[in-house]
């Protein structure tokens, strides 16, 4: 069975820092890792996917970067703000169809 | 148009009461999941159909817990006999995910909040 590390648990950056969230993956029959985004009172809503034939994807403030030998994967947030403040989740596949194993979740907070 | 639908947005039941919750996924989309997510805790997966293929219920806590879903739409999750630590925010989502095929996009519902008194 699939498991997906996530880390850290919480975050909190200041304005205009950079968030580091973290996910490690044990095994996957193929490559997909999407991080999605939960706003309190809101189901999680998809953020940012990759598909690493690349080893980065760079959306506006937000990039993926993948090390498929170390089956780990990262989001980085450039200049966060305080409307980026929600708790992240990464994932990765589990099984042969679409099915998809969430870390446990890291809450940012970023103070103006 | 119209994305994922739970309802109720809130339950509040008594230990040992049996539990509804009701997903109106998004036309069309073949694919939906339940959820379970508690306080602090990532998103547990609980079962997952696909068309008209046999459900996916690996996810299943236990056999107090079941889904069904009619027409390859309406999906409604049960909870026989609740406990207290059943207390939860229930997530339903879909995705069109043609069957075989990798993952597409899930579009996740606001939840349905259980809490067992």
């Known amino acids: 069975q699939q498991q997906v590390k996530q880390s850290p648990q919480s975050l909190i950056v200041q304005k205009g820092g950079i968030s580091i969230i973290n996910c490690a993956y044990e095994?996957?029959?193929?490559?997909?890792f999407p991080w999605y985004q939960q706003f309190p009172g809101k189901g999680p809503a998809l953020l940012i996917a990759?598909?690493?034939?690349?080893s980065e994807k760079k959306e506006g403030r937000f990039t993926i970067s993948f090390n498929k030998s170390a089956k780990q994967f990262s989001l980085h947030i450039m200049d966060s703000q305080p409307g980026d403040s929600a708790t992240y989740f990464c994932?990765?596949?589990?099984?042969?169809?679409?099915?998809?194993?969430f870390g446990a979740g890291t809450r940012l907070a970023v103070h103006p | 148009g119209a994305g994922v639908s739970q309802s109720p947005s809130n339950k509040v039941t008594e230990k040992g009461k049996d539990v509804e919750l009701r997903c109106d996924p998004i036309?069309?989309?073949?694919?939906l999941y339940w959820y379970r997510q508690s306080l602090g805790q990532g998103l547990e997966f609980l079962i997952y159909?696909?068309?008209?293929?046999?459900?996916?219920k690996s996810g299943l806590p236990s056999d107090r817990f079941s889904a069904e879903r009619t027409g390859g739409s309406v999906s409604t999750l049960t909870i026989q006999r609740t406990q207290q630590e059943d207390s939860a925010v229930y997530l339903c989502?879909?995705?069109?995910?043609?069957?075989?095929?990798?993952?597409?996009?899930?579009?996740f519902g606001p939840g349905t909040r259980l809490t067992v008194l």
């Open positions: 989502a879909s995705s069109l995910a043609p069957a075989g095929l990798s993952t597409d996009t899930q579009y």
């Open positions: 095994n996957t029959a193929f490559d997909y």
């Open positions: 990759i598909r690493p034939d690349v």
């Open positions: 994932a990765a596949p589990s099984g042969g169809y679409n099915k998809l194993i």
């Open positions: 036309s069309g989309h073949t694919a």
């Open positions: 159909f696909q068309g008209n293929s046999a459900p996916d």
